[in-house]
């Protein structure tokens, strides 16, 4: 029996070597394309696992020194991450329409402003085309900017909006798993605690105070509440006033207008803060994680963890902010995908969360038409180059961005960003010798300007702003309420 196995064994090895002679491939090339049999997924269920405002570079697995991500570091191992992963817009709602979509924001009409936006019916969502496959689709988002608020909940049995804090939406996130299991199923929770106010109370609150990265030597001032800007400005319609508004919104240099938790004056209390957010996610990410392996359900189970959108936390004179600046404190976000079949690796090619929505389909053995570009290669291991477009900023010509990881461009064309920025049309990064993109080298003789020629085609054949008028949301009193908690109005 050992004799005929080995002879079995042989043939095969004699078989792939002769396959790749033939096909003058390479054993990684083999490789890849034994990969396709372990990458199909069609009977898998889907979880979506989704933090705000959370920074890819304030994470162990990203490189952070601060351990405030011990059980993702963990399963990140186990799964596919992408180094050099970017949001869509660095805004809650344009995130999650495109995610859902997988269009750009121009597309789905969701831009800018994260409130008052409402997604067109006539856009299809993953849920819908999971729920049309049988599929049982439920969520839980604790952002009241996410969800029926949008009209981000089409296709969900039941999605749930309530302003939990991580330990509430992963208590309720395991009830609703348990309830799912039995059928192929969708389900998403959203983990709101890294947003502002930033007051992870507890243990949490002073866990990072005063450690070796802890730096007390940077004062910001928090404007009169009065002067700080509000969205409740646009709320009579879109874009009404809000021009002349944005004028007089611009934060000067150590000076923060946006909501926060406390009276210190002490930056680095606010990142510690926000750090002991980071770390309360991380723990209870890892009690969800544990409940779906208890479950059973690592088995058969695609799991995506990603971030809507980072973080400003002082880099360019922006304070406890996102959705103003191009930057990758907000821009660059993580993303590790899970599938029980494929072994952990880590892809640096550059992707955007668009990419993920055919990516899902792609696995599950479906197809629909998106703007997103499957990441099937890269998981099986394939490096490729690839070059994203992402979009930020508030005004009505808002800021567009290249970037293949290495090299960023933006394109900056309305003149009150450019004061808050460089004061140019256009800003080019060598992300690799200056990630803090404090040094435009726009102009100067480098390999990175070969993104101003795409910048032009794109904007030139693919890019159409979007012209149907908007619905205007107008909020209960439960939704306020909620909205005011997190800064988002007066």
């Known amino acids: 029996m050992e004799k005929k196995l080995r002879v079995r064994i042989l043939l095969a090895c004699g078989l792939a070597v002769l396959l790749a002679v033939f096909l003058k491939l390479n054993w990684g090339e083999i490789g890849y394309l034994m990969g396709y049999a372990d990458y199909s997924c069609q009977d898998c269920n889907v979880i979506l696992i989704s933090v705000d405002a959370l920074r890819a570079d304030h994470m162990g697995m990203y490189g952070y020194g601060r351990d405030t991500t011990p059980y993702l570091d963990g399963f990140s191992e186990k799964a ?19 995610f859902f979509t997988g269009l750009h924001p121009y597309k789905t009409g969701i831009e800018r402003i994260t409130l008052y936006q409402w997604l067109d019916e006539d856009l299809v969502l993953l849920p819908e085309i999971l729920k049309a496959q049988g599929y049982s689709t439920g969520g839980l988002v604790t952002n009241p900017s996410a969800g029926n608020m949008s009209n981000l909940d089409q296709g969900f049995d039941f999605l749930l909006t309530r302003g939990y804090n991580a330990r509430g939406a992963t208590k309720y996130a395991v009830k609703d798993l348990k309830r799912l299991d039995g059928g192929r199923f969708l389900y998403w929770v959203h983990y709101i605690d890294p947003h502002t106010p930033y007051s992870p109370g507890g243990e949490y609150q002073t866990m990072y105070m005063n450690d070796r990265h802890y730096n007390g030597s940077i004062e910001v001032k928090i404007c009169p509440k009065d002067k700080r800007f509000s969205l409740q400005l646009v709320s009579g319609g879109w874009p009404n006033d809000y021009e002349k508004q944005r004028k007089g919104s611009i934060n000067s240099p150590d000076v923060t207008c946006t909501v926060v938790s406390g009276k210190t004056k002490v930056l680095g209390d606010y990142i510690a803060r926000y750090d002991g957010e980071v770390r309360k996610t991380d723990d209870q990410i890892g009690v969800l994680l544990d409940e779906i392996g208890e479950m059973g359900l690592m088995e058969n189970s695609i799991i995506v963890i990603w971030a809507d959108h980072g973080e400003d936390l002082g880099e360019h004179s922006s304070y406890f902010q996102h959705g103003r600046l191009a930057y990758n404190p907000s821009l660059k976000v993580p993303l590790m995908i899970y599938h029980p079949r494929l072994k952990g690796r880590r892809v640096k090619s550059a992707v955007n969360l668009i990419d993920v929505f055919p990516t899902l389909l792609d696995m599950l053995g479906l197809e629909y038409p998106s703007d997103g570009e499957s990441l099937k290669p890269l998981m099986l291991g394939k490096e490729e180059d690839r070059v994203v477009f992402s979009s930020a900023g508030y005004a009505i010509d808002y800021q567009k961005i290249l970037t293949d990881g290495r090299w960023k461009l933006i394109k900056v064309p309305d003149e009150i960003d450019r004061q808050i920025m460089t004061g140019g049309e256009y800003e080019l990064y060598d992300l690799k010798n200056d990630p803090g993109e404090a040094r435009n080298i726009y102009g100067m003789p480098t390999e990175g300007m070969y993104l101003k020629p ?7 054949e693919e890019y159409r702003p979007y012209d149907r008028d908007r619905k205007v949301v107008q909020y209960g009193a439960e939704t306020a309420e909620d909205l005011k908690s997190l800064g988002y109005i007066n």
Do not use: I
Not at 454 to 460: A, C, G, H, I, K
């Open 80 to 98: 596919v991450l992408f180094e050099n992963a970017y949001t869509p817009w660095p805004k809650t709602t344009p995130s999650f329409a495109s």
């Open 454 to 460: 795409l910048m032009d085609r794109f904007l030139e």
